[in-house]
């Protein structure tokens, strides 16, 4: 089992928002990631540190993380932004990873 | 620019043995604050966080697997190791070498830069 808990699907139309959410014990006291990852591809780092965007990453996506529950938001999705996204936690030395949600959109 | 190839066998035997190497490009473990971390994922998809060495030679292991799991760097610090012992079935996936950055201010970023992935079958 996951160290994290995510929903496996979440599905969005397009231009319209989606919510991805991440849960676990006190996780909003952990610094929380996000990352995209599409068939055939290495996972990208799009949310750090819970709330922020590396460079060249699309506004569109924002991060939050309070109590026990973290969350990806992607304000107007894209057809492109169709892909698995899995949030990932730093607990003292130890990677946490959820696992994983497919996100549709259609 | 930053770049990380995982190499290494793509079939291993049951009870084998894997060594997996990491080639780093574009930064230096001997820089402060930088680590390289080894990620596996399932044909399930789901990714598991193997182990981790820094900058200062500390080495941290996924506690389930700690027993089958050294990592290791080579004294250019260009190259980053993975051995499991005893291999089975259930390691089949696709192995990552992925680099973080750790500051004493601001603490852990994220899993920055990640590998190609190397994929590892076990099977007789």
């Known amino acids: 089992s996951n160290d994290l808990t995510q929903p496996p699907a979440v599905s969005v139309s397009p231009g319209q928002t989606a919510t991805i959410m991440c849960s676990g014990n006190k996780l909003g006291e952990k610094y929380t990631c996000w990352y995209q990852q599409k068939p055939g591809q290495s996972p990208v780092l799009v949310i750090y540190q819970d709330t922020k965007r590396p460079s060249g990453i699309p506004e569109r996506f924002s991060g939050s993380n309070s109590g026990n529950t973290a969350a990806l938001t992607i304000s107007g999705a894209q057809a492109m932004d169709e892909a698995d996204y899995y949030c990932q936690a730093w607990d003292a030395y130890r990677v946490l990873f959820g696992g994983g949600t497919k996100l549709t959109v259609l | 620019q930053v770049t990380l190839r995982e190499s290494g066998p793509a079939l291993v035997k049951p009870t084998q043995t894997l060594t997996l190497t990491c080639t780093l490009s574009g930064f230096s473990l001997n820089t402060t604050g930088m680590c390289v971390n080894w990620i596996r994922q399932t044909p399930g998809k789901a990714l598991q966080w193997l182990a981790r060495?820094?900058?200062?030679?500390?080495?941290f292991y996924n506690k389930s697997l700690k027993t089958r799991l050294t990592i290791s760097k080579d004294t250019s610090k260009t190259q980053v190791l993975l051995t499991m012992t005893n291999m089975g079935p259930v390691d089949t996936g696709t192995y990552f070498c992925a680099r973080n950055e750790y500051s004493a201010k601001s603490g852990y970023g994220g899993i920055d830069f990640w590998g190609q992935g190397a994929l590892v079958t076990v099977s007789s």
């Open positions: 060495i820094d900058w200062e030679d500390d080495k």
